[in-house]
């Protein structure tokens, strides 16, 4: 069975660091993109970040860019997310994916595999 297992999630203050891990279990995934998407309260989810299969490619969403990074640890089967310099609009469940192909795309529809979430509350 292929599971998706994020965590590391919590409480963090806002200007705060935090690290996100999506641990992989079922099938490798080091020929696939993966990506990181949210959830706020009252909103539809929405992309945060993606990398591929290579790992030359690693797009953000403008919202993020220039304070998140996204990494992978194909011999661990992990995914990461390093949250810098949070603020409250990163509050929201966040949830990895995985998909079938190999390039790294900002839509989610391009993914089978989903966790489950690991919430994030930025305070203020």
């Known amino acids: 069975q292929v599971q998706l297992v994020e965590s590391g999630g919590g409480l963090v203050q806002v200007g705060g660091s935090l690290r996100l891990s999506c641990a992989s279990y079922?099938?490798?995934?080091?020929?696939?993109?993966m990506a990181w998407f949210r959830q706020a309260p009252g909103k539809a989810r929405e992309f945060v970040t993606t990398?591929?299969?290579?790992?030359?490619?690693?797009l953000y969403a403008d919202s993020v860019k220039g304070r998140f990074k996204i990494s992978r640890d194909k011999a661990k089967n992990m995914m990461y997310l390093r949250m810098n310099s949070t603020e409250p609009g990163d509050t929201g469940v966040y949830y990895c994916?995985?998909?079938?192909?190999?390039?790294?795309?900002?839509?989610?529809?391009?993914?089978?595999?989903w966790g489950q979430g690991t919430q994030v509350t930025v305070s203020s």
């Open positions: 990398i591929s299969a290579s790992e030359r490619t690693k």
């Open positions: 079922g099938r490798p995934f080091d020929r696939s993109a």
């Open positions: 994916a995985a998909g079938d192909d190999s390039s790294a795309t900002g839509f989610g529809g391009a993914y089978a595999y």
